[in-house]
């Protein structure tokens, strides 16, 4: 399998569930990124991680566990969520280009509902 | 005063036209500039690297402009293809982007 892959792609969950969001990459690719796409809004950056070390927490509700056990791997845990929770999070990865910073590949996503 | 901030748009534009769409930043030390495309409940995707340069790819052609902290994308001869979100992001060297809104491009026959 190629690129950046995510599952599940669906989620439907209670908010006293615990989930968690996978996603792997094919590319050899050293960073890797968690994203929230709410409907109308931009694109809200969660979480970076380079080399399996987090080097950005946007702010991100405790209620978002990240962990990147490898440069391929990264998840998201989820538990005690909220309605305004529901979004599509989108994992990306990235490469380090020659000019410092980094265009990024992004999974198909979860789009994720909170009941 | 937002990061990234794009034409509000939407963009209608007929088959064939030219459109440009903008996108200013606010962090003089950016270091990277790039243009993504974005089908509606699909994720986004690389579309162009913006280079100091200015650079082309067929149909498009991206510019920056550091001195007015701005950069361009232009599609010309549209297709219908070509509807989309179209976003902008910035880069900084600690491999962070910062993304535009996006504007809507909706190209009509």
């Known amino acids: 399998e190629t690129g950046v892959t995510q599952t599940p792609r669906h989620l439907v969950m209670g908010m006293t569930n615990k989930k968690s969001l996978k996603c792997e990459q094919h590319l050899g690719h050293n960073a890797m990124y968690w994203y929230k796409q709410s409907a109308k809004k931009p694109l809200e950056l969660m979480f970076v991680?380079?080399?399996?070390?987090?080097?950005e927490n946007n702010s991100v509700p405790s209620r978002f566990s990240p962990e990147c056990p490898n440069s391929s791997h990264l998840f998201l845990h989820l538990h005690t969520l909220q309605p305004e929770d529901s979004a599509l999070y989108l994992c990306a990865s990235s490469p380090k280009t020659d000019r410092g910073a980094y265009e990024q590949y992004f999974g198909p996503g979860t789009r994720l509902t909170v009941t | 005063r937002k990061e990234v901030e794009q034409d509000p748009g939407p963009f209608n534009v007929p088959e064939g036209a030219t459109v440009a769409f903008n996108c200013t930043y606010s962090?003089?030390?950016?270091?990277?500039f790039f243009w993504y495309r974005q089908d509606c409940r699909k994720e986004p995707k690389l579309l162009m690297s913006v280079y100091s340069s200015g650079n082309e790819d067929g149909r498009f052609t991206a510019q920056l402009n550091r001195a007015s902290q701005y950069i361009s994308l232009l599609i010309r001869d549209s297709k219908l293809s070509d509807s989309a979100t179209y976003l902008c992001a910035v880069g900084s060297n600690a491999g962070k982007s910062t993304f535009g809104d996006g504007t809507t491009l909706t190209v009509k026959p």
């Open positions: 962090n003089s030390a950016s270091q990277s």
């Open positions: 991680y380079n080399f399996k070390e987090q080097t």
